[in-house]
């Protein structure tokens, strides 16, 4: 084992832990906060089977991961949570992990090193779709000593962080003495919650920890709910059932809860970009037309992306510049400015391309994409480009896509604006690939010797945005803007200022309070 | 009777084994669940393994053995999406459906029935014409947009009732108004057009002549007789709504067969189709069974067949 | 002969249909005595049995209503008789034997019950005694068997045990008043006069009067004392049996009679009177049966003739005779 290990990581924990048990001695949880969900996954107790982000809703309000990351503004901000802090080695295949002390689980056993290892052990071992970016680079997870966990990665991986933040840490002694199936039904975690009960397909309830490390809730309960209609979920939030949508999705709820004097609609910022990628270039030998990048250009330029935006997305969002680099932020290049609308430009980038009367093409859609897919087949209709709409069932068009078998044409998708992004997408022979581009394959693997941080974030606006930006990998729709419908009553300010905690799913309910 | 109420169980059995056969075999013509499953970095080996842990490995025949053999003894195998047994899933969902349907089912039956019957004792009528009005709101309406209304006005405006979920009595009486407003309209057509019919006969005229009270010939008399096609779409109503009316239980929130059935659709979970099928369509089945039953007990032209 | 049991006068029942007003009965005018047996004849669709429902104000709902005249049923006007007291009435007082035996009876129910049931609202029996009594009625209709009859529906009997059984049901009280709507017309012929007897025998033990329905002067012949013959709504003639038979004064009542099969005869030389009875709805000026009179005269197309009476007890409405 390699103990002579460099450290580069730099130690975060001075400011940005939160003092232990701050507020734990005055104030003592009381009532009810309820939370809408129009669904929360596979509804999964155990920490390693959750399968998709809405899942991890709950098993992230119970446990607590090794470290947590939130989401402020247009960068990540990663906090240690049981690990409280962690070293990388310089080939970013090492990773090691110092654990808290003093963390106990809901039943108040400690916490150690023993837990960490069996948690992880038991991700390697998962079949599950979620397991699989992390187990597929982990070669081993072991405890070091008493207080520090290892990870030897297969390769090297400089968004190892990330990963270590999807997995809360379960409990070894309880789980093999009761078995996984009763734990899946009675869970013990280390998180801000307790569990309390379930019913699959409606609601799970959980309570306040009073022997959290880091955040002992305000509420003594919380209440994740299932309503998968709009109407119902306003109708809740106006009589007081319910104190918070959590997801307002772009329609007629937004204005409802915008004109209601005891309802805010709180946005927050996301990473997630809306986007179109060609369906022949995930591929490497396929001929297109978008393979010429004049012709990805030109259908860029015709999209009016304001309209989206105001049209479909009622004005929560905002047009997106390059595909996966988040504007305005850290990683963006100062001189790179908003997509034009500009049908003049695309008409004479199609010409130089030789389709000055465009061409037929086809856009793959579900059935939920299809007002958008709409209205980008009417823009590009401008410039002569025909986009035939194909709808596809959704598990029809998982497989498709995976096995890369959809023909030449355009697949609206979503996908996150960060560094980790670029690397699956611009890297060639991954399953998320958007392009065979060496010259940006190469910048990406650059880009993946520097551990996630400023500095990563420097070379990408240095090195990296201006290519993307010109060659236009996959056409840039829309930086989705999250919505929260919230009753007055509800204090948010702290809730607000910490972030959005992990992908976008986790109610981080637990610095939500009642106003006074 | 004994000879017709036999051979209706064995008849019943049939049907529900063919069901039981008709539902795996239409649950795998959905599509192959591993689709929604699997992770586009998931090896082969994890396939492999996936497919293994759910029994999707072998033939189509063995599964299919494997799958009435479990049904026998009321194991319905695992809900793919939920990873817990599909029959402990139902039980906590059937009891809130069947909950839901009875009192929706009383709310029609009762209003259809006692509206259809004043209706026919005078047609056209100032009852008849409400009924009719009443009724085809309520089949006109769609069931959607009645709960929506019921909600805003009775929970938001009003806040009579909860808006939703599963609860207290008062949680339950706007979705069976919802619900039941939709089967009341057909029941009170089918009553009013099924009492006409017997109102008309010549043996309703004979009980006025021996000078029975007006109660006693509708009640005895003419509603024996209208009974029939009244229990028959009764229990076609039954099946009807536990199967689960999903929009309601959508609209309300209701945790019952409805939702768990079309997630388990959506989510391809087999099993969970299957066991959602197979429960509700015995059931369903028994009703019926007890509905020809009940024929014989009321007609006695059936009963000595 | 003895005292009115039953006086009807210038009774008219309109049913207020959709295609209009139909004048059922139009100032209809007979009487009945205790013990005596009334024949009312005519043809199908003339207004006998909508008569006969208005004495016991059992009009089909909502359509028939009673617009004038006068029902005096021992000394008191049933019509200002409430729902309730007409309750009493019927069953006990005046009973009704239906057109159709096969469906009078009501499908669900054992015999006993629905002969039970009019005892049951009108007497106070005990269990022991009404089933006695359901036998006795039973019994004196001829029913072999009557315990084991009793559990039985009414599917299982056949048409004439129907009728007998329907007539037990009209007599269990003991009415005053019978009205037997052709009762016969659905049985065959053997089984019809045995039931015309048995209904005659009824009568004489129970001192009871009857208005026998029906379009045959064959049982007219056999069972009244003194007959009524309608047309379209009207009593057209009205005589004891005898004086009709040998002197008919109506030339209706003369094509009737014409009109009767004669077992001996050929069936072929049946005849039959021509045309149709005019629309109750939309009645001509003058007599109704001008159209198809074959004595008609220029006077019958526009002035309507008025009941009156001719000999002791004989009454006709024909300008003509007058
Ligand atoms: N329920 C009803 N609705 C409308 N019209 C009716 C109704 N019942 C009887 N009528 C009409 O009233 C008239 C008299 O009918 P009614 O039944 O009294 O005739 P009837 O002399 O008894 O004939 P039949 O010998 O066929 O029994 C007929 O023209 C008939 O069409
Ligand atoms: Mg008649």
């Not at chain 1, 003592?28 to 929360?40: D, F, R, V």
């Not at chain 1, 962690?86 to 110092?98: G, H, M, Q, R, Y």
């Not at chain 1, 023993?114 to 187990?135: C, E, G, H, M, Y």
Request: glycine letters at 6%; charged letters at 20%.
């Amino acid at each position: 084992m390699n103990r002579r290990l460099t450290v580069i990581g730099v130690l975060l924990i001075a400011f940005l832990v939160v003092p232990l048990s701050s507020q734990s001695a005055s104030i003592k949880p009381t009532g009810k906060l309820t939370i809408l969900y129009s669904n929360l996954g596979n509804e999964s107790l155990d920490c390693v089977k959750w399968n998709t982000g809405q899942s991890e809703a709950i098993v992230m309000s119970l446990g607590e991961p090794l470290v947590n990351f939130y989401w402020k503004g247009p960068a990540l901000d990663f906090k240690p949570a049981i690990a409280s802090s962690w070293k990388i080695s310089p080939d970013l295949k090492t990773w090691e992990f110092t654990i808290r002390k003093g963390i106990n689980f809901h039943d108040g056993t400690p916490l150690t090193v023993q837990d960490v290892v069996f948690t992880w052990n038991r991700v390697l071992k998962s079949p599950l779709s979620i397991a699989v970016s992390a187990k597929n680079i982990i070669k081993s997870v072991e405890a070091l000593n008493d207080k520090t966990v290892l990870f030897q990665l297969n390769t090297p991986d400089p968004f190892f962080l990330y990963k270590a933040s999807t997995y809360a840490i379960q409990p070894k002694a309880y789980t093999e003495k009761v078995g996984e199936e009763e734990f899946s039904k009675k869970p013990i975690y280390a998180g801000p919650w307790k569990f309390v009960k379930q019913l699959q397909g409606d609601f799970v309830e959980m309570e306040a920890f009073e022997g959290h490390y880091r955040k002992v809730p305000y509420y003594k309960t919380l209440i994740l709910k299932i309503i998968p209609e709009d109407s119902t979920k306003l109708a809740m939030l106006k009589t007081g059932e319910a104190d918070i949508i959590f997801n307002v999705m772009p329609g007629p709820l937004v204005n409802e809860i915008r004109n209601d004097s005891n309802l805010r609609l709180i946005s927050v910022p996301s990473s997630n970009e809306t986007y179109l990628f060609m369906t022949s270039l995930v591929k490497p030998d396929k001929v297109s037309p978008f393979r010429d990048k004049r012709v990805r250009q030109a259908l860029s330029l015709a999209i009016d992306r304001k309209l989206i935006v105001e049209k479909l997305y009622n004005g929560l969002g905002s047009p997106s510049f390059m595909a996966a680099i988040m504007p305005y932020s850290p990683m963006m290049h100062p001189s790179l400015t908003p997509i034009r609308y500009d049908i003049k430009k695309a008409k004479t980038l199609l010409s130089e391309a030789g389709y000055p009367n465009g061409f037929e093409t086809e856009l793959f859609l579900t059935n939920t994409e299809k007002a958008e897919g709409e209205a980008i087949a009417s823009m590009w209709n401008k410039i002569g480009v025909k986009a035939k709409i194909t709808l596809m069932e959704m598990g029809a068009m998982l497989a498709a896509v995976r096995e890369k078998t959809l023909p030449d044409g355009l697949r609206l998708s979503h996908h996150s604006c960060t560094p980790a992004g670029m690397w699956y997408f611009f890297r060639k022979g991954g399953h998320y690939t958007v392009i065979y581009d060496d010259k940006l394959e190469e910048l990406t693997n650059k880009m993946a010797t520097i551990p996630e941080g400023p500095k990563m974030y420097e070379f990408i606006k240095n090195e990296m945005s201006r290519y993307v930006y010109d060659l236009v990998p996959s056409i840039p729709l829309v930086i989705q803007q999250y919505s929260r419908g919230v009753r007055k009553n509800i204090e948010t300010s702290e809730w607000e200022k910490i972030g959005t905690r992990s992908i976008f799913w986790v109610p981080a309910a637990e610095y939500l309070r009642p106003k006074k | 009777m004994q000879r017709y109420i036999l051979k209706r169980i064995f008849l019943a059995f049939v049907t529900i084994y063919l069901v039981t056969t008709l539902v795996f075999f239409l649950a795998r013509i959905t599509g192959d669940p591993m689709d929604l499953i699997m992770s586009a970095e998931s090896t082969q080996k994890d396939w492999d393994m996936m497919r293994h842990q759910l029994g999707l490995d072998k033939p189509i025949y063995l599964q299919y053995t494997d799958f009435i053999a479990g049904v026998f003894i009321g194991n319905f195998g695992n809900s793919l999406r939920w990873d817990k047994p599909c029959l402990s899933l139902i039980l906590v969902h059937l009891p809130a459906t069947l909950q839901l349907t009875i009192c929706a089912l009383l709310f029609s039956w009762v209003f259809g029935i006692s509206i259809g019957t004043l209706s026919a004792m005078r047609p056209n009528g100032l009852m008849d014409r409400f009924g009719k009005i009443f009724a085809m709101l309520g089949q006109s309406m769609p069931i959607f947009w009645v709960g929506i209304l019921l909600i805003l006005t009775f929970a938001v405006r009003w806040q009579i009732f909860p808006t939703s979920g599963r609860g207290g009595l008062l949680n339950l009486v706007l979705p069976s108004i919802t619900l039941g407003w939709y089967t009341m309209a057909s029941m009170t057509r089918m009553t009013r057009s099924s009492m006409l019919d017997v109102l008309d006969m010549e043996f309703i005229k004979m009980t006025r002549i021996k000078g029975l009270s007006e109660v006693l010939v509708i009640c005895k008399h003419a509603f024996k007789n209208a009974m029939i096609p009244i229990l028959t779409l009764g229990s076609l109503q039954v099946g009807i709504l536990l199967g689960g009316s999903v929009i309601t239980e959508t609209i309300f929130s209701w945790p019952g067969m409805g939702r768990l059935m079309v997630q388990s659709v959506f989510s391809r979970d087999f099993p969970l189709i299957q066991a959602c099928v197979i429960i509700t369509s015995t059931i369903f089945i028994t009703i019926n069974l007890l509905v020809d039953i009940t024929y014989g007990y009321i007609d006695p032209r059936i009963r000595y067949q | 002969m003895g005292k009115k049991l039953l006086e009807v006068r210038d009774l008219k029942t309109h049913l207020f249909t959709r295609r209009g007003v139909i004048k059922a009965v139009d100032g209809v005018s007979f009487s009945v005595d205790k013990n005596e047996t009334l024949g009312l004849v005519g043809e199908s669709g003339c207004g006998k049995t909508i008569t006969c429902l208005s004495i016991l104000k059992l009009l089909p709902n909502p359509v028939g209503q009673i617009v004038g005249g006068k029902i005096i049923f021992d000394n008191v006007d049933l019509l200002s008789k409430s729902e309730k007291e007409m309750r009493k009435i019927r069953g006990r007082r005046i009973s009704m034997i239906l057109q159709d035996p096969m469906t009078s009876l009501d499908p669900l129910f054992t015999i006993g019950e629905q002969i039970a049931e009019p005892i049951r609202s009108h007497q106070n029996l005990e269990r022991t005694n009404l089933r006695k009594k359901i036998i006795e009625m039973l019994k004196l209709v001829k029913i072999s068997a009557p315990e084991a009859r009793i559990k039985e529906y009414p599917f299982q009997m056949s048409g004439g045990m129907r009728q007998r059984i329907v007539g037990a049901i009209a007599l269990s009280c003991q009415p005053d008043l019978l009205i037997a709507d052709e009762p016969t017309t659905a049985l065959d012929v053997t089984i019809q006069a045995q039931f015309m007897r048995l209904l005659k025998e009824i009568q004489q033990e129970f001192n009871m009067a009857m208005i026998m329905i029906t379009h045959d002067f064959g049982i007219v012949a056999k069972v009244c004392d003194r007959v009524a013959v309608m047309y379209s709504g009207k009593i057209v003639e009205s005589a004891g049996v005898r004086d009709l038979f040998n002197h008919p004064l109506h030339p209706y009542t003369k094509a009737l009679m014409g009109a009767l099969p004669k077992m001996e005869e050929d069936m072929e030389k049946l005849t039959t009177i021509d045309g149709q009875p005019p629309d109750l709805g939309h009645l001509p000026p003058g007599c109704n049966f001008a159209a198809r009179c074959p004595e008609v005269k220029e006077i019958c197309r526009c002035d309507s003739p008025i009941l009156s009476e001719i000999n002791d007890g004989h009454v006709v409405s024909c300008l003509r005779v007058q």
